[in-house]
C-alpha cells in the first residue's frame, strides 16, 4: 500500500498553485513570506508589517499561539494577537498565516487568518491535520525536524484526503548531530519534494539556521534550488524580542536581502513576488 497517493506528483503531473487573496505560491515565481515570530504588540507587529510590504513582502507572517520548548517562555497573545494580525492585514494589503496548536483552535485561528500553518512539532499530529482537511483556509505544513520527506508528504496526505487541497510544505530544517545551527536546512528535500510531490515547497531560512547570519546565504540557496518561496522572521527590535530574537533580521537587513534576492532571480528567471 503507498503511503501517499494524492499529493504524489504520480496522481497529478501539474503543479498546484495555491491562491490566496492575489498571492500565487507555487506558480513558478519565489513568495516572499516575512514578519515577526510572534505578535507582541500593535507597534511592533505594525512597524514590522510596514517595513516588510514595503520591502517586497506579499504574505505576512506572525503568530499568536507559540508552541515554546519551556512551558514558562511567552506563549503568544492567543485571539488579541489574530485581531491584531487581521488589522495589520487590512492596513497593509496582505494576506497572513499564523500556526496552529491544537484541533479545538481551528476554528478560531481560520475566522482571522489566510493560511493557518502547523508547526514542525505538530507534523505528525493527525487529529489536528484531519481537522485541518476539513477547513477552507490554505494550510502551511512544517516539515517535522525529526520526519523524512515520505512521513512528511504523508502528513500532507492527512489533510489533502479530508478535501483540503491548498497546501504549501515548508523546509524548516532537520535535527542532525550538528550543533553550529538550530537545525540543519535540507536542501536536497526542495528538489525531491518537487519530484514526489505536486504541493509547493517554500524554505524557512530562519527556524532552520537559528541565527541571523544564515538567513540571507539560506534564503539564497533556496531560491536557486527551486523553492516557491521563503518565509523570514523580521523584528523592529531583536535583541527584546520575546521570542526568537537571535534569527530576526532588522528591516534593514530585511531590505538588503530582498536586493540580492532580485539579482539572483534575475540571473535564474524566477521573479520574487
Ligand atoms: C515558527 O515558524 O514560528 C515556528 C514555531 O516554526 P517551527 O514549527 O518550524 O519551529
Ligand atoms: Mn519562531
Known sequence: MEAYKQVTRKSHPHDTVVQVRGVSIGDGSFTVIAGPCAVESREQLFATAQAVREAGATVLRGDAFKPRTSPYAFQGLKEEGLQLLAEAREAFDMPFVAEVLEPGDVELVASYADIIRVG???????????????SDKAVMLKRGFTATIDDWLTAAEYVYNEGNNN????ERGIRTFETATRNTLDISAVPVVKQRSHLPVIVDPSHSGGHKYLVGPLAKAGLVVGAAGMMVDVHPNPSEAKVDGAQALLPEDFITLMGELQTLA????????
Request: aromatic share 4%; proline share 0%; glycine share 8%.
Open 120 to 134: 514542525t512539532r505538530n507534523m505528525s499530529n493527525y487529529s489536528l491535520l484531519q481537522e485541518l482537511g476539513r
Open 167 to 170: 497546501i504549501i510544505l515548508v
Open 266 to 273: 534575475s540571473a535564474t528567471g524566477v521573479e520574487v513576488s
